[in-house]
Structure formats: C-alpha cells, structure tokens
C-alpha cells in the first residue's frame, strides 16, 4: 500500500491542525493505522494508532486528550486532528500501515510509510 500525509503547517500554539493520510490500494481496511513523528535530532515516536474498524485507538500520553486519530475506510483515509498545540509538537508527522492486528507502538512492526509532513507549532 502507498501513503501519503497531507496537512501539515505552520500553527501558533494552542491552535489546531488536521493531518491526513490517503492509501492507494484496496486492502487498507485490513491494515492497522499508525501516527508517528520526528523532530530535529530526535528518534521517531509514536503519536496514535488505530484499528481496522476504527473501533480501537492507542495514544502516547504526550498527545492524549489533543490528538484523536480516525480514519473512513471508505475513503482509504486516516486522519489526525491536532489541537492545543505546543511547541513540542513541532516535527515530521509520518503515517503507517501495519499488517498487525493488535494496536502497536513500535515502528519497526510497521510495514509501510508515508513521506512525512512537516508540523511546526510556534509559541
């Protein structure tokens, strides 16, 4: 399956943005769906994670209660809203596929990758 995330900008903090990642290929709805990001120096980390029906979601604690992740499977979409921003949001926001059934945190059992979209928060 191929990704690509759109979205990403320039915010102040305490403001919103939404990311969004659209899957070519007609299985997506069998993929779990993953959020991560990566600022400047940094390892990549996970940000959300969602199920194939959209019935299960995971969060880092950094993000829980701003970030909700959802996704249409009609649409072969995942989405990522963002609110009350801060600055340490500030990074490279990657979607990913995964054939794993069970939420997963860890990059590495994520099979596919999107480009990235950049996300900078200014306080």
């Known amino acids: 399956v191929q990704l690509q995330a759109s979205g990403g900008g320039l915010v102040q903090a305490g403001g919103s943005l939404g990311l969004s990642c659209a899957a070519l290929g007609r299985t997506f709805s069998m993929y779990t769906m993953g959020w991560f990001r990566q600022a400047p120096g940094k390892e990549r980390e996970f940000v959300a994670a969602?199920?194939?029906?959209?019935?299960?979601?995971d969060y880092a604690d950094s993000v829980k209660g701003r970030f909700t992740i959802s996704r249409d499977n009609a649409k072969n979409t995942v989405y990522l809203q963002m609110n009350s921003l801060k600055p340490e949001d500030t990074a490279v926001y990657y979607c990913?596929?995964?054939?794993?059934?069970?939420?997963?945190?860890?990059?590495?059992?994520?099979?596919?990758w999107g480009q990235g979209t950049q996300v900078t928060v200014s306080s």
């Open positions: 969602i199920g194939w029906s959209g019935g299960s979601t």
């Open positions: 990913a596929a995964s054939h794993i059934v069970a939420l997963t945190t860890t990059p590495s059992r994520y099979n596919y």
